[in-house]
């Protein structure tokens, strides 16, 4: 399962991330890395606040959790882009990571 999710990865989130690029390059004023990571944390917090309403028993529409979602997909991307993350390289040695220390658990006896 690992492999698999680390094929699809590697094979196309490169791919996702610099269509990303040329749209936000192409279309959207310059901005600083700083100021992507800023938008990202925004938009969790948005998302995040969402949750919190639900939680405390609001009735928030799916779909608001959907924009939620999707604004900080797009910031992620935006940073990565202005940090010049290669998110695909990256994700693939967390998730390996991850695995190892997974494995490892496992084997103690406990749950990850």
């Known amino acids: 399962m690992l492999n698999k999710l680390i094929e699809l990865t590697?094979?196309?989130?490169?791919?996702?991330?610099?269509?990303?690029?040329d749209y936000q390059n192409n279309y959207f004023t310059a901005r600083s890395p700083e100021f992507f990571c800023l938008e990202l944390n925004g938009e969790a917090g948005?998302?995040?606040?969402?949750?919190?309403?639900?939680?405390?028993?609001?009735?928030?529409?799916?779909?608001?959790?959907?924009?939620?979602?999707?604004?900080?997909?797009?910031?992620?991307?935006n940073y990565s882009n202005a940090r010049k993350i290669d998110l695909a390289a990256a994700l693939t040695r967390?998730?390996?990571?991850?695995?190892?220390?997974r494995i490892e658990m496992l084997k103690e006896g406990k749950n990850f």
């Open 10 to 21: 590697e094979n196309n989130l490169k791919d996702i991330q610099k269509a990303f690029d």
């Open 46 to 77: 948005e998302l995040a606040n969402n949750e919190k309403k639900q939680w405390k028993g609001r009735e928030i529409e799916h779909s608001a959790f959907e924009d939620e979602a999707a604004d900080v997909m797009i910031a992620l991307m």
């Open 94 to 101: 967390k998730l390996q990571k991850i695995e190892s220390k």
